[in-house]
């Protein structure tokens, strides 16, 4: 069965670069959440779209950014890099009106900033 | 917002013995309860989860318990295996944009 999609898998920047991260959702998928993880914690709720408008806002610092486009792929555009940027982000997608909307992770980018 | 606390942060079973781990969350409106597991670098898996219609769910060496009264769920895992080692996270969703709140995780480690 076809999975989420993120890419790149690993990525390294430098401090005040920014960055681009993009995840393809599992098919007929039209929601799509993004967390971030840092070394030894729980994913943290950074923004989530749905049918291409944002749904909800979490911990997102201002510096980033998202989007969802008609092929309901969706990017988070990273800017000003900072050094606590560095993470592992996931995107996960769901297919609103499906059972309680259950969650499927992506394989994650690990995001350096050096 | 919902708050979800999870313990033990730490877990250390022989194998074949059977594990448990807890979480309680905050809001009474909350009805669906996954969880996760994640192996090191990896993505969240999930598991297993449960509706607030029921009170246990069981698939194989994993069940799930809820107790809505106490605004309580557990995992239980049976029979360890050493595969089973990996960071177990519980979860509940934020509001209605359905975001998943985390609990802070339970690393367990099956000992051969």
């Known amino acids: 069965a076809a999975g989420v999609i993120q890419s790149p898998r690993h990525l390294i920047k430098e401090k005040r670069e920014t960055a681009t991260l993009k995840c393809y959702p599992i098919p007929r998928h039209d929601t799509v959440y993004w967390y971030q993880q840092g070394p030894g914690q729980d994913p943290q709720f950074l923004i989530s779209f749905y049918e291409k408008m944002q749904s909800d806002k979490g911990s997102i610092p201002d510096r980033f950014s998202a989007q969802q486009f008609s092929d309901y792929h969706s990017e988070l555009n ?4 900072e050094l606590g940027d560095s993470a592992l982000y996931f ?6 009106g499906s059972t309680y909307n259950e969650q499927f992770f992506g394989p994650g980018t690990r995001l ?3 | 917002g919902e708050n979800v606390e999870q313990h033990p942060s730490t877990l250390s079973v022989q194998e074949g013995d059977s594990a ?3 979480c309680t969350y905050s809001d009474s409106a909350s009805n669906y309860f996954p969880w996760y597991k994640q192996e090191l670098g990896k993505r969240p898996q999930l598991i297993i989860d449960i509706r607030s219609n029921v009170g246990e769910k069981k698939d194989q060496r994993i069940a799930v318990t809820l107790n ?3 605004k309580h769920f557990s ?3 049976t029979e360890t295996q050493p595969e089973d080692s990996a960071v177990y996270f519980c979860a509940a969703p934020g509001d209605s944009s359905y975001k998943l709140i985390f609990g802070s995780g339970t690393r367990l480690l099956v000992r051969p």
């Open chain 2, 68 to 70: 809505k009264t106490a």
């Open chain 2, 20 to 22: 448990v781990i807890k």
């Open chain 1, 78 to 81: 990273m800017s000003s890099l």
């Open chain 2, 75 to 77: 995992l239980h895992i």
């Open chain 1, 91 to 96: 995107c996960a997608s769901s297919r609103f």
């Open chain 1, 112 to 114: 350096t900033v050096l």
